[in-house]
C-alpha cells in the first residue's frame, strides 16, 4: 500500500465510486422508462439481458472463468436465478408503468428486507434496535404506496414485488458457492432478465418490432451504462470499508428524483419525501448497528461483493 492510500482515503475513493455507480444505475433506469415508449417490455427485457450477457461472458473469458462450470447448476445459483427473473421482471414492469422516482425510492427498502429475511432464513442475530428500523423503514413504504387511500395505484405493487425479487437474489447470492465470480453471476444475472422478457412476451402474446435508430441507440446505452455501473459498483465495494461506503448507496434516491422531475415531469409529494427519509434513516442505522456490534465482538464487518442492485 502507498503512504497516499491511508484509510480515509480510500474510503473517499471508495464513495466517489459508489456515487458514481448509483448515478449510472439511475440513468439505466431512466434509459429503460424512454424505450419502454418505443418497444415492448418483453423486447426490452430481452434485448438487453443478452446484450449484457454477451458483455460479460466477454469479461469473463478474458478472466479466464470457465462460462459453464458445475456450480453454476447448485441449488443456490437456481434459487438466484429464479429471484433475479422475479426482480427484474417486476422491475422493468414498475419502470414503464409508473414515476420513476417511485420506483427508485421503494427499491431501496431491499437492504431492510435483505437483513430481516438473514434473520429468519440464516439465523443471523438482529436485536430489537434493528427489527424496529425494519418496522420503520416498511413503514416508509406503506407511506408511499398510500394502501386503502385515493393516491393509492395498485401499478406501485410491481416496484414493490421487484424489490422482494431482489432481496431473493441477494440472499441466494450470499449462498452461492465461492467459486463464481462476479463476472460469472453478471452473466446469469443478464441471461436470467433475457428469459423474464421471453417469458413476459409469451405470456403477453405481442410480438416484436423492428427497432428504430433511437430505440436502438437508447438500448445500447442502457447496456453500456448498466455494465459501467455494476463495475463502479464492485470497484466500490472492494475499496474501503464497506461500512464507510454502503451509505452512498442511497445518493441514488437523489439522482432517481432528479432525473424523474427533469426528464419525465414527475412531482415529489410530502408522502414520498417522509416515507424515503424513514427508509433511508432505518437503513443507515441497520448499518451502523451492524458495524457497532462487528466491533463489540472483535469481528471484522464482512465484505462480500454486492450483488448487481
Known amino acids: 500500500m502507498l503512504k497516499t492510500d491511508t484509510p480515509a482515503r480510500l474510503n473517499a475513493i471508495g464513495a466517489a ?8 444505475f439511475a440513468l439505466e433506469d431512466a434509459l429503460v422508462k424512454a424505450v419502454s415508449d418505443l418497444l415492448p417490455v418483453g423486447q426490452i427485457m430481452m434485448l438487453f439481458g443478452l446484450g449484457g450477457a454477451a458483455l460479460f461472458a466477454v469479461i469473463a473469458r478474458a478472466q479466464g472463468d470457465a462460462l459453464m462450470a458445475p456450480d453454476v447448476l447448485s441449488r443456490a445459483m437456481r434459487v438466484r436465478v429464479f429471484f433475479e427473473i422475479t426482480g427484474r421482471l417486476f422491475y422493468v414492469l414498475a419502470l414503464a408503468l409508473i414515476p420513476l422516482s417511485t ?6 427498502a431491499t437492504p431492510l428486507v435483505v437483513v430481516a429475511c438473514a434473520a429468519l432464513i440464516f439465523g443471523e442475530r438482529v436485536g430489537w434496535r434493528r427489527w424496529t428500523a425494519i418496522g420503520l423503514g416498511l413503514l416508509g413504504v406503506l407511506i408511499i404506496l398510500r394502501p386503502g387511500t385515493g393516491g393509492f395505484s395498485a401499478l406501485s405493487l410491481l416496484a414493490v ?35 423474464a422478457g421471453l417469458l413476459f412476451s409469451l405470456w403477453q402474446q405481442q410480438g ?23 463495475s463502479c459498483l464492485m470497484k466500490a465495494m472492494r475499496t474501503g470499508d464497506v461500512s464507510a461506503v454502503t451509505p452512498f448507496r442511497y445518493t441514488r434516491l437523489l439522482f432517481g428524483a432528479a432525473l424523474g422531475i427533469a426528464l419525465f415531469d414527475e412531482t415529489l409529494t410530502v408522502g414520498m419525501l417522509v416515507g424515503s427519509g424513514l ?5 443507515l442505522f441497520i448499518l451502523w448497528r451492524g458495524k457497532a456490534k462487528a466491533a463489540a465482538i472483535g469481528d471484522p464487518v464482512p465484505v462480500r461483493p454486492a450483488a448487481r442492485r
Not at 103 to 108: E, N, P, R
Not at 166 to 177: E, I, T, V, Y
Not at 208 to 230: C, E, H, K, N, Q
Open 17 to 24: 465510486w459508489m456515487i458514481v455507480a448509483m448515478a449510472a
Open 208 to 230: 416484436f418490432v423492428m427497432p428504430d435508430a433511437r430505440a436502438a441507440l437508447l438500448l445500447s446505452a442502457t447496456v453500456l451504462i448498466g455494465i459501467g455501473a455494476y
Open 279 to 283: 427508509i433511508v434513516l432505518s437503513g
Open 161 to 195: 414485488i421487484g424489490m422482494l425479487g431482489f432481496a431473493g437474489r441477494d440472499l441466494a447470492s450470499r449462498a452461492a458457492p465461492r467459486s463464481l465470480s462476479t463476472a460469472i453471476l453478471g452473466l446469469y444475472g443478464f441471461l436470467a432478465l433475457a428469459v
Open 103 to 108: 420506483a427508485t425510492v421503494i427499491l431501496q
